[in-house]
């Protein structure tokens, strides 16, 4: 396995380089993180269908548990049990929306790796950067377990274990644990962990930072060791069911699916769970006892537990619910931590936003109302106060507003128009809106998927590395 | 599937025009032979090792159920549960001997079929013509069930069921079923159904031909109709079992197989069967009540049902035994059909040589004397006596020979000489005389292979096509 320790050394060094103002040495984290030997574990897999745009290339690089979708390449990379879902790329020819100009694609967008190291890591393309056209670069840069890459173009950074760098372009920065991102651009920053920021230009910054003795409980970092926490016990408890998913063919889908949804073959479903109309449930997601109404999806690294959804409701990549019930287009944001208890359930009022990084953990039985924006950490009532605010309310902010740890600047207006575009436009794309004939989205046209599994080298120098491989339509 | 339908008809008329002088039409043969939605129902399978050369290459093409190893490209073809075995492929580099000169290859050498329709064929490299060196190209050709082309550039050519086409380049040419072809080149020629023709230069020239009426109980092929008799009901009898072993991942081998012999994941397995030191059984090799001893090996579509090989036996590809005891070093060629009954077994004693398509079907006991060479159809002893002849016998013929239907030219030692040069080669390359350290051959290095299952498009115009797929080191 001497060419793939090679590998891993020579990655640790590009992102060193790109680091090096602040000293910062990403080969602690990950030298012992995965040993050697659990990357020729696993296989990678790849699926095409009729409807996505394809092209595939792999080379010099470890895929161990991967998954790809669309049009990705990966060079001289690690890539451990990540995802890459390209299958919302535009195609040449489209048009780039950008402040009122109208850029066509020169050609088909791609999603580029190289030269990174991403451990579970989903990365999940939508263009945002005019900058940047036609690819999503992902270039020597190392994420830890849970990572979010959103339509990101990312050079020589180093993201903490479930932080989320989404819709923004970021070049030598290093991102700390359960930090999310979401301001347009960003490059020589360090953001420290459990800090939430998002901004848009002139229009909005909303900012906000978990506490860190609460956070470390949830995600610590450490280098030289795992990441540690009630986090990471939760995935790892869950984690043998999965190895199943992954070990078995299956024969058949685990309960009955509608036409117009689709239950991917490497989701994990358990107990009395129920699929309505419409529903998306992609691979790497976990239900248990959970029932999905019409409209509603589950996303990569996603669980739903004795948890039920109403519909319309968007559970983001990472999201967790527990003993929860959500109402009619509740949105949960990536990576949220919601967890009820059964004689303490947590229930959510339609049209509610939970902002992506919410951790809910509660003491006791809680509702949030109807139409409210909610963040931060939340263990009852009174917390729920400090980190929530009404829709309505906050359509009205103009200028500086403070609640709690959070500060906003700006029209909250935009904020809400912000987020509510967005949940249409994932609600839309998924195929919540399918009517039989018109607004197919992913739910409705996944279902002709085919997988490939891909295997590495499993001897010689080569070990663990896998062939160069180029798919094409 | 409009695309593959096209497909098929661009073969069809691509052989047929270099088959125009004789008006034959292959596309009765093939068009309703495998029906379209059976050619979507089986995936391929690839295998990579650390040990092989690797390029792999397919567009436009459907490769259902097919097996590829080593070097090949496929383009604009149908390769229904077709083996392409590149495994024995010189490097660039290597030497190509031939008459005393020594040619250096120019790349490594490689497979290529194009605009061909190959069904349950095997193809298995071994460099042979001197005129072809990097490339062994399969073109404009049609191949019928269990056809075997064995290091033979080929093109505009029609194969029958059962024929194997041996170190022989042909060009236009029209084979009929089980005919057997080692003759060097051959063009614009239409060789009868039941041939057996093994011609070497002015050296020596061996031919027999099977009575019509024989060979159509055991094989017959008519246009508009899939191949009938005994062979076909043979493997179709079979063929659910083999279905198994294609469906499911098996977590471990069906049973003990020695550090140094191998056993492929798709060869089949079934009742008191027994592998020893040395051995090699390939995929879609097919083991009952089986003892394979020290150094045999069992070949791509090979059965060995309720018989023992004694030790350094060679099943060639396609040979079937049943009910028979082999003595060290017995020979079996290319899909030869052995079968004794449980009252009438079948023994062959040590050093024999059973030619290739040989039919021996027993209505009493037989015993085939040691270092006796065997061809024809034998159905007991009398019938023996007119097709076989002792190997020191055969020795000392020079000039014409004549025994039942069969005719000789030639030095009766040359012929002996190629075939124990020949079986000497294959024993060696499948690793039978590996000592522990020295003498590598497939039996100890095909142990760390790793397939990777691919499937075509599943829904769309490209239903049954598989995406281009580039795989390379």
Redesign the interface.
Known sequence: MKQLENLIESIIDRVNINLRETGFDVGPYIRKTIPLNQLVKFYAIYG????HP?HLHFSRSNLDGSYFLGKCTVDNSVLHKSDIRGDELKAKGDLFHFQGSKIPLREDEIIRVKDAYLIKTLVHCYSHDPESLEEFLIQNTVSMHYANIHGSPMEGCFLGPFSTVDLTTIHDCIIGAFAYLQVGELSHERVEPGKIWIKAGDLFDFSYCFPGEILDKYITLEPGQSPRGIFMDFVEARKTDFQEVFD??PLKVPIAVPRNASLNRYALVKGESHIGENVLVVQRAYLENARLGKGANAQENCYIIDSRLEGNNVMAHGAKIINARLEKNVFVGFNSFLQGKQNNPLTIGKLSIIMPHTIIDLDEPLNIPAEHLVWGYIRNAKDLAEHSISIKELSQVEGEFTLGAMNFQGKGSRLVQAFQHRIEHILEANGAFFDGGQNKGHAQMEK????????????????GLY???????
């Open positions: 095409i269908t009729s409807q394809l078995v063919v002709d998927i085919s997988f490939t599994i891909i295997h590495p080298y499993s001897k010689g120098p080569r070990k062939p160069t491989i180029d798919i094409r339509p």
